[in-house]
């Protein structure tokens, strides 16, 4: 089991994994952006780390910016809770370079269901009805 | 009220976070407002914010709006160089180099005045801003988010 866990989201999403952690007994690291710093994940969370301005392109969306706070926070793992990066396959890769478990599916798994084309000539292979057109 | 009064109030509101406060008491009223993002409001100078006894009351209000942008001046005429990046913060360029700057260093605006090494890159932080380094934050090797002040610097 993790330790120490950062939060790549917000709102009602971080506070929701938040609080999972908190009942798993896993200390938890909260991003925000300069907009947010009132925000309850951040009040919720064992650490918090501001990562840049209010458009989340500058703060949510930045990788590099999500693995720095994971870096000095010195954290086991990323949950990307969804949207934002929870479905970027390159995100997973980086973690995955940096040491860092990416909670969510692999980037293999991402890059094959991504595009509507190679998931349907997956499940094909696999045997999986699928309708025509 | 007293001008320590008010001072212990700013105060109480950055600790909490509160952005806004009203008071009115018989003969005055007072209204706070500090900045949430990026603006940092003028000193509130409507008619709700009325102490004819304190008329030196403004720059203590302008204090208490939270630097915001890049850099913002407070009322000391100094300006926060603010961490553009979250990293570490190094004040050498390597462990046995002295430091970019110590205080009282005059930097011009392409000085760099140190490095925040972010996912093993090496960034090298300029002053942006002519003056004279008053107050360095930040301890050597500690991590930094965005946003938060790194140095003090009188600008000239």
Same mark, same amino acid.
């Given at each position: 089991m993790f330790e120490k866990v950062l939060v790549a989201n917000r709102g009602e999403i971080a506070v929701r994994i938040i609080r999972a952690c908190k009942e798993l007994n896993i200390r938890t690291v909260a991003v925000y952006s300069e907009v947010d710093a009132n925000s309850m994940h951040v009040q919720m969370a064992d650490e918090a780390i501001c990562i840049g301005k209010a458009a989340s392109s500058e703060s949510y969306l930045r990788i590099d910016r999500i693995i720095s706070a994971a870096e000095i926070t010195d954290v086991d793992a990323i949950h990307p809770g969804y949207?934002?990066?929870?479905?970027?396959a390159h995100f997973a890769e980086v973690c995955e370079s940096c040491n860092i478990r990416f909670i969510g599916p692999s980037p293999r798994a991402m890059n094959s269901l991504e595009d509507k084309a190679v998931s349907r000539a997956l499940a094909k292979k696999a045997g999986v009805e699928i309708p025509t057109g | 009220m007293e001008l320590k009064d008010i001072k212990a109030i700013i105060d109480l509101m950055k600790k909490n976070s509160i952005t806004e406060f009203e008071l009115e008491e018989k003969d005055s009223k007072l209204r706070l407002k500090r900045g949430i993002n990026g603006g940092s409001p003028a000193p509130q100078s409507d008619d #709700?914010?009325?102490?004819p006894s304190l008329p030196t009351i403004a720059p203590s209000i302008s204090a208490a $709006? =939270? =630097? $915001? $942008?890049a850099s913002v001046i407070a009322n000391t005429g100094e300006i926060d160089i603010k961490s553009p990046m979250i990293g570490t913060f190094y004040r #050498? %360029? #390597? %462990?046995?180099s002295a430091s970019y700057v110590e205080v009282g260093t005059e930097v011009n605006s392409? $000085?760099?005045v140190c490095i925040i090494e972010a996912m093993k890159v090496m960034n090298e932080i300029k002053a942006e801003v002519k003056g004279v380094i008053t107050q360095v934050l930040i301890e050597n090797g500690k991590p930094v988010e965005f946003g938060q002040p790194l140095f003090k610097i009188r600008p000239v």
């Open positions: 949207g934002f990066l929870s479905e970027n | #709700s914010f009325q102490m $709006t =939270p =630097p $915001t $942008t #050498s %360029p #390597s %462990p046995e392409e $000085t760099v």
